[in-house]
Each structure stands twice: as structure tokens, then as C-alpha cells.
């Protein structure tokens, strides 16, 4: 059998160091410490076995995530599958935003929800407020009723949707949606080829499901609600322009953690 020394040998001369810890971890149920206390503990043949493979994967460009079923998100691990977008760091923004300008919500919609971290989290900040979220695929509302069941968010309720579609007449104090929004010629494309593309970009220019979803908002915000949106580092003065054409008064972009435009809300008055 293998030792975790030779396996990590191994791997650390094809993948990143902490992506070789991460997934020898998963395969192995051993934490870091673990390894750097018992490097010559050996790993059962059939176990390592896997773990060479996943280098393969690794290699090819599989996203660990996608290997490990596992991303953190906002404190939480929310189980992910290439049936939804791995949660990124910045949509976190997204969180604190909704913390700072809409700190009690009586209802709130996540739309494209994906894995359900967004939903997942606010449901969690905001334990008093029924959340409905919202996704066209049902393979990844599949997903995100499972993080939801494991996280015990007993107030978020899901329905298949596209955008407004099904929505009904229902309005919220907080309408919040990561849409796809890459261009579909940008060359960050070819790194998340592992990734749902319709989760990824519009196949048009970018904003044309965010133009669907802040062009109808008005008609599903309360009085005095809150439209929330992720969207690309160059996008933020053409989203402002579209919450213009929609009614909205002077919506404001928030950066991210790289310092780059990433969210931008406004309050709705009817």
C-alpha cells in the first residue's frame, strides 16, 4: 500500500499543493494535520486508487470542487455537482449587501438559485423571512433542496422558474440573482468548461437576462423593495443604465473583495 507521503509526493508534482491535500482529504476522511503527524500512514489500495485518479481529473481541469461535492460558501459547505455553478468568493458580496441595505425582509426571491447558496444564506440570516427560490433546471433545484434540508433552512421554498415566469403575481421585499452574465466570446469561458454554461452566459452579450430580470422586477418588489444583482467587473455602468430605464432611482454598485465592480441594487418607489 501507499503511503500519504508518496501519494502527496506524487500529486504535488502535477496539481496545486493544497488541491492534492484537499481531495487526499476527501478520499481519506484525514485532515491536513493528519498527513503532516502520520506521513507514512498508508492509504488502502482502492482508496489511493481514487485519489490518482482524481489527479487525472485534476489535471484535465475538473474543478475539486466538482470532485470533493463540496464548496464553502458564507461559513457553510453546500454540496455542489456540475449540474450547478461552483459558489464563488465574491458572490458573497452579494450577502453583505443584502445584510447592510435590507436588514429585515418580510420576503425574499433568489432567482437562478442554483446550488441555493444565496437563498440558503439569507433564509439563514433571516430566519423570519419566507424565501422562494427560483431555477429553470431542475437538476439544480434538486441540489439546493438537498443544502437546504442538510442546513435545516426550513423557510426557503423552490419552484421551477424561468425568470418571472412562475412566479405569479407574488411580490418581495428582496429580489436577489447571480445570472449568467459572461460574454459568451470571453476567454474565461475556456477555464470553466466543467461548469453548466447556461449558468455562465446569456449566449448573447451578456446582459440579456439581466435586462429580463431588472426590466420586470418593478412589477414583484414591495413598495419601497429591493432589486439585487451580480454581474461582470465591467458591467456595472451598464447595469446602473438599465435600473435607470426601469424606474429605478440611483442605483449603486458595490466591489468585491479584488476591487472590482460586482453587485448593484436599488430601492424601487411606485
Known amino acids: 500500500m501507499a503511503t500519504i507521503r508518496a501519494l502527496l509526493l506524487a500529486a504535488y508534482a502535477r496539481v496545486d499543493k493544497v488541491d492534492a491535500r484537499v481531495v487526499l482529504s476527501h478520499f481519506t476522511g484525514k485532515t491536513k494535520e493528519f498527513f503532516i503527524m502520520h506521513p507514512e500512514a498508508e492509504v488502502p489500495d482502492e482508496i489511493a486508487q481514487k485519489f490518482l485518479q482524481s489527479l487525472d481529473q485534476i489535471e484535465a481541469g475538473c474543478p475539486v470542487a466538482y470532485i470533493t461535492g463540496t464548496r464553502s460558501f458564507w461559513g457553510r459547505d453546500f454540496h455542489v455537482t456540475p449540474a450547478v455553478l461552483i459558489p464563488r468568493p465574491d458572490t ?19 432567482m437562478g438559485t442554483g446550488s441555493g447558496c444565496i437563498a440558503i444564506s439569507l433564509a439563514l440570516e433571516f430566519p423570519q423571512a419566507p424565501v422562494l427560490a427560483s431555477d429553470v433546471s431542475t437538476s439544480a433545484l434538486e441540489v439546493a433542496r438537498g443544502n ?22 407574488r411580490t418581495f421585499d428582496l429580489i436577489v440573482s447571480n445570472p449568467p452574465y459572461i460574454e459568451p466570446d470571453d476567454a474565461h469561458l475556456d477555464n470553466l468548461m466543467f461548469e453548466p454554461i447556461g449558468a455562465l452566459t446569456d449566449t448573447v452579450d451578456g446582459l440579456s437576462d439581466l435586462r429580463v430580470i431588472i426590466e420586470q422586477a418593478p412589477r414583484h418588489l414591495s413598495p419601497g423593495g429591493i432589486l439585487m444583482v451580480e454581474h461582470g467587473y465591467n458591467q456595472g455602468a451598464a447595469v446602473r443604465e438599465l435600473f435607470y430605464k426601469a424606474g429605478f432611482k440611483n442605483p449603486a454598485t458595490v466591489k468585491d473583495l479584488g476591487d472590482n465592480d460586482r453587485i448593484t441594487w436599488a430601492r424601487f418607489s411606485h
Open 92 to 110: 458573497e458580496t452579494l450577502i453583505e449587501t443584502a445584510l447592510a441595505q435590507c436588514p429585515a425582509p418580510e420576503s425574499i426571491l433568489d
Open 148 to 169: 437546504a434540508q442538510t442546513l435545516d433552512a426550513t423557510n426557503v421554498t423552490f419552484v421551477v422558474s424561468d425568470w418571472f415566469d412562475a412566479i405569479e403575481n
